[in-house]
């Protein structure tokens, strides 16, 4: 038995809708600017860029309910709101047309940034990691496998604020389909069972205050509400 020098901690993990089961988190992968309409709030031209990754710490997930803390070493936390997929089977290489079989289910997040310190990094050069990367950063619905709501490539994705709508697409607006994110990932690193990949926001991503309630969702899969504390 392996004798640890100090106590491992729990594995990460989300809860699986409607049962006791949980998914344990391996990594997190997180798509930017995977939505045309976002691509152009952000300066950028969405026809010239392959999609590109950013990662936060499987801790970073947490329950999309109750509280989530204004994080500290910022005056302007954004909301993002964000189709998650869960993997469920490893694989390298993978082909766009195989690349779903890989998908154990789907949930919905926030992929809540700290856009101040992202303009910093972006100006001097410097990685985007203390902005996305922090506490509490990628709250997250319970999970719906597969097996019951099949892949969804289509629906409306939005988010309000204080019941005003801030962001509003679909996910057949995303640049990069789920199937070829999965694909396009795995030439860079073996995907793995446990790994979690947030697919990219629309546009409409802002600001928010300590007391705010944000209110999100994706058609047919799930809402989530939390108050920013």
Known sequence: ?????????????????????????????CVGRNYSDHAREMGHDPDREPPFFFMKPADAVVPAEGYIAYPPLTEDLHHEIELVVAIGKDGVNIDPQDALTHVWGYGVGLDLTRRDLQAQAKKMGRPWEWAKAFDASAPATPLRPVSEIGH?????????????????????????????????????????????????TPAGVGALQRGDVVSAGIEGLAELSVTIG
């Not at 392996?2 to 992968?29: D, K, N, Q």
């Open 1 to 29: 038995m392996t004798e640890f020098v100090i106590a491992p901690v729990a594995t990460p993990s989300l809860a699986v809708a409607g049962t006791a089961s949980r998914f344990p988190i391996r990594r997190v992968f």
């Open 152 to 200: 969804p490539e289509a629906g409306a994705i939005w988010l309000d604020v204080n019941g005003e709508r801030r962001q509003r697409g679909d996910l057949s607006d995303q640049i990069w389909a789920v199937r070829d994110v999965i694909a396009y990932l795995s030439q860079s690193v073996g995907v793995k069972a446990g790994d979690l990949i947030y697919t990219g």
